[in-house]
């Protein structure tokens, strides 16, 4: 992810990357099912990658409720 993309997360309030968060949270939900039933995913990185913006995006969100500023 890039620095652009990681700013213009940081800009979005607490409440927007809550509410991406729990978009994020069915997507993975989804995959994980898509999976566990037997069928192939069509991209199998998107699970590594939707669990990472998830990471990201709680370590922003946790940062802004430290009020650490970056």
Not at 49 to 68: D, H, S
Request: no cysteine; hydrophobic share 35%.
């Amino acid at each position: 992810m890039g620095k652009k993309r990681l700013a213009t997360l940081r800009d979005n309030s607490v409440e927007e990357l809550e509410g991406k968060l729990v978009d994020l949270k069915n997507v993975l939900s989804k995959e994980k099912a898509m999976v566990a039933s037997g069928t192939r995913a069509e991209k199998p990185s998107k699970i590594k990658n939707t669990r990472r913006q998830i990471a990201r995006i709680l370590t922003i969100v946790a940062e802004k409720n430290a009020g650490v500023t970056k």
